[in-house]
């Protein structure tokens, strides 16, 4: 017989971003520096291994704070100048029908040094007006604790999350955040892309590889500290809030094998258990076996405190969210063609497009990742990030014809939707960059994936007019018809 997929009445439809790549505004109102603060954009013939310039060095620091470094740009200060146009932009989320929009909060804005005891009350002021704008056309925040960045001062002082002290740092930011928004915001997650620190230990947890003598074991042990964290992150929010749902966040990397060859099959699972492993943490509550092997094997020894385990067991969190915006593919073979993608690259599908910037892009994996993800926990997920980063081409009547970013989109909603299908449970959908921002990976602005085009350049350059490219219409027609009229 025929069976028709349908998205639930309840679906959150919306967009995701970062304070760091749209807010700008990086020294007002009391905020401290921030470790996207030092990244600065760097010209693509100069950025390193799959094109991303995210890691930072000490003596990068000390010339950037000395002054030394004024010939450099760093658009994660200045974003999109969210700080400042926050009820324009809005009011354009609410005239695409956003059911939710994602936001994270500016750690060092609250704690300007990490570790003091009294937070910046002009910081949490801001975020108030933010909610409260949001709440004005029924737009639920679901907001990120920690999205690729923390306060410097937390680096220079204490070696960022290698030193077990950031803990305790980070649970009473959180719960100062908690306290303050318990009736403005019930959709929390905790890390984003939490598995980040592995590749780029600068960006996802503050660790300056110079000083340190094993890369692997820092980070390894950088993100335990996380994952104690992100629990007495969940204890606090179910107290402080107990309506509240809190959840992890992945960059999913689905990896397919090669061939049939059981050789590559068992390196793509190989592959895959390391990118589960932080969801087996966050949602099973527990070191899964299989990584004894490949700590010992890489020379990585965790630190745990005698309490962390029963605290890991205990706190798990309430539902999965990951990003989701390519595949991968595992080869044995040497001489298998390479290509790039969101943190780490891989062997060539002769199956998928790529975008501009090299990123396989595949929907039906979005369905298959769905369904892994839900066989193997059986939590409710959420999809926070999903997208296209193109070129867009502004018209003189001031239209952009985006239909690539429309296509893109659309196969992916199709798949989630069969997904849904399949019998898994999902709460929602948020686009990555609903608006134009700054790139995590490489910094540019012209890498865009907005339904708003955002008028600035690489450089900084521009009035920052905001602008309705022809997927805004289209997306207000998605969410307007539940996903029905694609
Ligand atoms: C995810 C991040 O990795 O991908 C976002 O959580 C990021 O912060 C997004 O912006 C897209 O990556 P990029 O490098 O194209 O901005």
Redesign the pocket.
Same mark, same amino acid.
């Given at each position: 017989g025929h069976f028709e997929a349908k998205f639930p009445e309840n679906f959150l439809w919306g967009g995701a971003t970062?304070a760091n790549?749209l807010e700008g505004a990086f020294d007002a109102d009391g905020k401290g520096l921030s470790t996207a603060d030092m990244v600065a954009y760097v010209p693509k013939e100069k950025r390193g291994k799959n094109g991303h310039s995210l890691d930072v060095t000490s003596a990068e620091i000390e010339e950037i704070l000395s002054g030394a470094a004024s010939d450099k740009i760093f658009p994660k200060r200045f974003g999109i100048d969210f700080y400042h146009r926050y009820k324009e932009d809005i009011a354009l989320f609410a005239e695409m029908g956003f059911k939710v929009f994602r936001l994270s909060i500016s750690w060092p804005r609250i704690f300007p040094n990490g570790d003091e005891t009294e937070p910046n009350e002009a910081g949490l002021a801001f975020y108030d007006k933010v909610f409260d704008e949001l709440a004005k056309y029924n737009i639920e925040p679901l907001v990120t604790l920690s999205?690729?960045e923390m306060p410097l001062g937390l680096v220079q002082k204490y070696g960022g999350w290698t030193n077990r002290k950031v803990i305790d740092f980070f649970v009473h930011y959180a719960e100062t955040v908690f306290k303050r928004y318990k009736n403005k915001v019930k959709y929390w997650l905790t890390f #984003?892309?939490i598995n980040m620190i592995t590749f780029s230990p600068y960006t996802g947890g503050g660790i300056l590889t110079d000083r340190v003598e094993n890369v692997k074991q820092a980070a390894f042990q950088g993100v335990h500290h996380q994952f104690v964290a992100s629990a007495l992150a969940v204890k606090a929010c179910h107290e402080i809030i107990p309506d509240a749902k809190i959840g992890c966040m992945l960059?999913r990397l689905e990896v397919y094998p090669e061939t049939c060859n059981p050789d590559d099959v068992l390196k793509a699972l190989k592959e895959d258990q390391l990118n589960l492993f932080f969801t087996d943490v966050q949602v099973r509550g527990a070191y899964p076996s299989y990584m004894k092997r490949y700590f010992a094997e890489n020379n990585i020894h965790i630190e745990k405190l005698p309490g962390d385990d029963a605290i890991l067991k205990q706190y798990t969190v309430d539902f999965l969210s990951f990003?989701y915006?390519m595949t991968l593919v595992a080869s044995t073979k040497d001489d298998a063609e390479e290509v790039s993608g #969101?943190?780490i690259g891989g062997v060539k599908n002769p199956y998928l497009e790529s975008s501009d910037?090299g990123w396989q892009i595949d929907p039906v994996g979005l369905r298959i990742t769905l369904n892994k993800l839900y066989d193997r926990y059986q939590v409710p997920l959420f999809i926070v990030?999903n997208g296209l /980063?193109a070129y867009d081409k502004v018209e003189e009547d001031g239209s952009i014809h985006d239909d690539y970013r429309i296509d893109y989109l659309r196969k992916h909603i199709e798949q989630m939707k069969e997904a849904i299908g399949d019998g898994v449970e999902l709460m929602g959908y948020t686009t990555? /960059?609903p608006i134009d921002l700054v790139?995590?990976?490489?910094s540019e602005m012209s890498?865009r994936y907005g339904f708003i085009y955002v008028d600035q350049d690489d450089f900084g350059n521009g009035t920052l007019k905001r602008l309705r490219k022809d997927s805004f219409y289209w997306y207000k027609k998605v969410i307007e018809t539940n996903g029905e009229e694609l």
């Amino acid at each position: 017989g025929h069976f028709e997929a349908k998205f639930p009445e309840n679906f959150l439809w919306g967009g995701a971003t970062a304070a760091n790549q749209l807010e700008g505004a990086f020294d007002a109102d009391g905020k401290g520096l921030s470790t996207a603060d030092m990244v600065a954009y760097v010209p693509k013939e100069k950025r390193g291994k799959n094109g991303h310039s995210l890691d930072v060095t000490s003596a990068e620091i000390e010339e950037i704070l000395s002054g030394a470094a004024s010939d450099k740009i760093f658009p994660k200060r200045f974003g999109i100048d969210f700080y400042h146009r926050y009820k324009e932009d809005i009011a354009l989320f609410a005239e695409m029908g956003f059911k939710v929009f994602r936001l994270s909060i500016s750690w060092p804005r609250i704690f300007p040094n990490g570790d003091e005891t009294e937070p910046n009350e002009a910081g949490l002021a801001f975020y108030d007006k933010v909610f409260d704008e949001l709440a004005k056309y029924n737009i639920e925040p679901l907001v990120t604790l920690s999205h690729y960045e923390m306060p410097l001062g937390l680096v220079q002082k204490y070696g960022g999350w290698t030193n077990r002290k950031v803990i305790d740092f980070f649970v009473h930011y959180a719960e100062t955040v908690f306290k303050r928004y318990k009736n403005k915001v019930k959709y929390w997650l905790t890390f #984003n892309e939490i598995n980040m620190i592995t590749f780029s230990p600068y960006t996802g947890g503050g660790i300056l590889t110079d000083r340190v003598e094993n890369v692997k074991q820092a980070a390894f042990q950088g993100v335990h500290h996380q994952f104690v964290a992100s629990a007495l992150a969940v204890k606090a929010c179910h107290e402080i809030i107990p309506d509240a749902k809190i959840g992890c966040m992945l960059a999913r990397l689905e990896v397919y094998p090669e061939t049939c060859n059981p050789d590559d099959v068992l390196k793509a699972l190989k592959e895959d258990q390391l990118n589960l492993f932080f969801t087996d943490v966050q949602v099973r509550g527990a070191y899964p076996s299989y990584m004894k092997r490949y700590f010992a094997e890489n020379n990585i020894h965790i630190e745990k405190l005698p309490g962390d385990d029963a605290i890991l067991k205990q706190y798990t969190v309430d539902f999965l969210s990951f990003s989701y915006y390519m595949t991968l593919v595992a080869s044995t073979k040497d001489d298998a063609e390479e290509v790039s993608g #969101n943190l780490i690259g891989g062997v060539k599908n002769p199956y998928l497009e790529s975008s501009d910037w090299g990123w396989q892009i595949d929907p039906v994996g979005l369905r298959i990742t769905l369904n892994k993800l839900y066989d193997r926990y059986q939590v409710p997920l959420f999809i926070v990030e999903n997208g296209l /980063g193109a070129y867009d081409k502004v018209e003189e009547d001031g239209s952009i014809h985006d239909d690539y970013r429309i296509d893109y989109l659309r196969k992916h909603i199709e798949q989630m939707k069969e997904a849904i299908g399949d019998g898994v449970e999902l709460m929602g959908y948020t686009t990555w /960059g609903p608006i134009d921002l700054v790139s995590a990976s490489t910094s540019e602005m012209s890498k865009r994936y907005g339904f708003i085009y955002v008028d600035q350049d690489d450089f900084g350059n521009g009035t920052l007019k905001r602008l309705r490219k022809d997927s805004f219409y289209w997306y207000k027609k998605v969410i307007e018809t539940n996903g029905e009229e694609l």
